[in-house]
């Protein structure tokens, strides 16, 4: 005799109805093998008297197992165990109805070293971010007034459904007069698709322009998860070193004479991680030798909003006549990282193409959201939130500087960065990070991965240490910190 009263173990308070509770644990019994196929079930009366539970739960539960195929009745023999059930393995251990899904794959497949996993550590006391904004000073009551009128407008039902993969129409057609106007492009709703940042336009282009063997040219140093992208998608990486100028255009045009050269990955503005502008002589010179030896430019602008000493320098996608210059940005750096919506601006047809890409990824991006930053923006918002955080990120700026200069300035080399979210800062020698790190991180301050930005090994010691996240007791304690590292 079954022992069901031992077996089964019913919640009365639990919000999952009994009857399901009953039929998930017979079920959980019959894949143990505790049930065997064939095995005659109580009858309802009999089963309802030993679990102390009504007859019509037994019967609702029965019902349920019938309908699912575990079990079934035979006339006025009664119910059974369904006879063509198979034995999974692992059967007869004690198990429970749920079980626990396994670490390891009962499979082969690939994990890619490369990938950098996420990690928090929310324990530490600070973390040197790579150059992020200050959330606390998102526009969320406006952002949320807007996403909510958006969702309730009637005239809007189409956003709910399965929309284009190039995004949002009102936001890409509020983005094209908001871009012309402010980066001098000249492009229409055919030349853009709205990503969920700069990184999904990063990932289409390697996508579309690279496959195993091309070369992609990126600087050394560049930003990791660039070079991560274009490796993934089979790209062998060729870099060019990067002065107080920016990438070095002489060692690009030395390198194109010898290879054959697909893209030229880069950040002109603001040259992650080193923070370095394009000087106008080697930007012109750049899209000349992407005209004469037919490569693509990506050239990626995730932090254009942030300019402190000089007037924003138009990107080199306002310059570009020939179809040569893939161009993407974000809202994810100027508002907060959290609201994924970008643009992947170029020629129409690779936008056509970069579409039906990311279908098979992400099918398309949140028009909700996307609506709602194209009334924020249309209504001027846009460019208020970044008059008032930019006059404040300079503020953080100066004062991280003076504070870095004067408590750590014996340990590292870095400028004061013209524009952007981050300090690059350079580990004198005989400093080392492998020994550093450890110990700040015992005193409360992660650094997060250092060694990306020396994915070529050089062993240059650099890292960026953000000043626009953290108000100026924030930034102090974070150098107290750091400064006890080195004691
Ligand atoms: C150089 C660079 N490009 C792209 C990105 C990705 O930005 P987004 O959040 O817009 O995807 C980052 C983020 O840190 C970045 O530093």
Not at 26 to 53: M, N
Not at 427 to 437: E, F, G, N, V
Not at 442 to 464: E, F, N, S, V
Request: charged fraction near 25%; include cysteine; proline fraction near 5%.
């Amino acid at each position: 005799m079954i022992p069901f009263d031992s077996l089964i173990q019913l919640e009365r308070n639990s919000s999952v109805a009994l009857f399901v509770q009953l039929a998930n644990q017979l079920i959980g019994l019959i894949k143990q093998g505790h049930l065997a196929v064939g095995t005659p079930l109580p009858s309802s009366r009999v089963l309802a008297e030993t679990l102390g539970v009504h007859r019509k739960t037994i019967v609702a539960a029965y019902d349920e197992l019938i309908m699912q195929g575990w079990v079934e009745t035979i006339p006025k023999k009664g119910t059974f165990v369904a006879f063509d059930i198979p034995q999974l393995q692992g059967a007869g251990k004690r198990m429970k109805t749920s079980v626990k899904v396994s670490t390891t794959p009962n499979f082969d497949w690939c994990s890619d070293p490369r990938l950098m996993p996420f990690e928090v550590k929310a324990h530490l006391k600070y973390h040197i971010d790579d150059g992020v904004s200050d959330s606390r000073w998102s526009p969320n009551a406006q952002l949320g007034k807007l996403y909510r009128q958006v969702l309730l407008d009637p005239t809007l039902p189409d956003l709910m459904g399965y929309g284009d993969p190039k995004g949002n129409q009102y936001l890409r057609e509020v983005l094209v007069g908001y871009l012309n106007e402010t980066r001098g492009l000249d492009i229409s709703t055919k030349n853009i698709l709205i990503t969920r940042g700069s990184q999904m336009g990063i990932h289409l282009s390697a996508k579309i322009l690279v496959g195993p063997g091309d070369v992609v040219v990126v600087g050394e140093t560049n930003y990791s998860a660039a070079d991560i992208s274009f490796e993934k998608a089979g790209a062998t990486l060729m870099r060019v070193p990067v002065d107080e100028n920016g990438l070095d255009t002489k060692t690009l045009e030395e390198l194109l004479k010898g290879n054959k050269i697909r893209a030229v990955y880069l950040t002109p503005h603001h040259h992650h991680p080193t923070t370095v502008t394009l000087n106008a002589r080697r930007r012109m010179q750049l899209l000349n030798l992407a005209q004469r030896y037919r490569f693509a430019i990506m050239e990626d602008d995730y932090d254009y909003d942030f300019h402190y000493d000089h007037a924003p320098i138009l990107p080199l996608a306002s310059h570009d006549s020939q179809g040569n210059v893939l161009y993407m940005g974000s809202v994810c750096k100027t508002v907060a990282p959290v609201f994924r919506v970008g643009y992947f601006i170029g020629p129409e047809q690779v936008i056509e193409e970069a579409a039906r890409v990311r279908r098979y990824i992400d099918r398309q991006g949140d028009a909700v959201l996307e609506h709602a930053f194209a009334r924020f923006i249309a209504q001027g918002h846009l460019e208020g939130h970044i008059r008032k955080v930019s006059r404040e990120y300079k503020l953080r700026r100066d004062l991280g500087y003076a504070l870095l200069k004067k408590e750590v300035g014996d340990y590292f080399d870095f400028d004061l960065p013209k524009g952007g979210m981050a300090f690059w800062a350079v580990l004198k020698a005989p400093y080392q990070w492998s020994t550093i790190a450890p110990k700040l991180e015992k005193l409360g301050l992660g650094i997060g991965d250092w060694m990306r930005y020396d994915r070529a090994q050089k062993g240059h010691g650099g890292i960026r240490i953000g000043f626009a996240s953290k108000n100026p007791e924030e930034f102090a304690g974070m150098v107290r910190l750091l400064k006890q590292g080195f004691n």
